[in-house]
């Protein structure tokens, strides 16, 4: 199985800041199957970014996605209020796996 | 737009079984293969069981597989999941969610809002 481990567990940014998560991979992901959601209290998750750094339908330009073979990073280029959220990233190219969560919370 | 209503959540005991349903629309169910993601109260996202779009192939994560059963109704725009056994570790949120493909090999684009299961005597 392939373990995804997200870092930091929680950053404290302000609003208009630069946000940077990392999801690093225990074995390389196949083909850039990775994906970023986010998922706010009480709400499903939402899907940001597929193939590594493809947007999904409706996302804002500030999300973007990178990597490849075991190290992926999400960028939120200028943090919007609601931005604040817990984002998760996912493998989808060996069976299925989530990594822990980032919390990016309010400063 | 695209839709995934789910229901059927409850509190169960322990041994006990319950069915969980997911109902679609606004896009071609045929399609597209299903999964069953569940999140326990306060932690993360764990992936449960994938359907193939016609229902011929099932694969299920490791906590689930021989309680858990999925399965779909092309007929009535329905995914289902069949829990058996169910243990207090079963407690979660179950949100099912479409492929983005027709194949395995896809992200997870539209979520429905999700049931919550509650395993306890």
């Known amino acids: 199985e392939i373990v995804l481990t997200q870092s930091p567990g929680t950053l404290s940014l302000s609003p208009g800041e630069r946000a940077t998560l990392s999801c690093r991979a225990s074995?390389?992901?196949?083909?850039?199957?990775l994906a970023w959601y986010q998922q706010k209290p009480g709400q499903a998750p939402r899907l940001l970014i597929y193939g590594a750094s493809s947007r999904a339908t409706g996302i804002p330009d500030r999300f973007s996605g990178s990597g490849s073979g075991t190290d992926f990073t999400l960028t939120i280029r200028r943090l919007e209020p609601e931005d604040f959220a817990v984002y998760y990233c996912q493998q989808y190219g060996s069976s299925y796996t989530f990594g822990q969560g980032t919390k990016v919370e309010i400063k | 737009q695209v839709q995934l209503v789910e229901s059927g959540g409850g509190v169960v005991q322990p041994g006990k079984s319950l069915r969980l349903s997911c109902v679609v629309s606004?896009?071609?169910?045929?399609?597209?293969?299903m999964h069953w993601v569940r999140q326990a109260p306060g932690k993360g996202l764990e992936w449960v069981a994938v359907i193939s779009y016609d229902g011929s192939n099932k694969y299920y994560g490791d906590s689930v597989r021989g309680r858990f059963t999925i399965s779909r109704d092309n007929s009535k725009n329905t995914l289902y999941l069949q829990m058996n056994n169910l243990r207090s570790e079963d407690t979660a949120v179950y949100y099912c969610?479409?492929?983005?493909?027709?194949?395995?090999?896809?992200?997870?684009?539209?979520w429905g809002q999700g049931t919550l299961v509650t395993v306890s005597s």
């Open positions: 074995q390389s992901v196949t083909s850039t199957y």
């Open positions: 969610a479409k492929s983005g493909g027709g194949g395995y090999r896809s992200q997870f684009d539209y």
């Open positions: 606004g896009f071609t169910f045929t399609s597209h293969a």
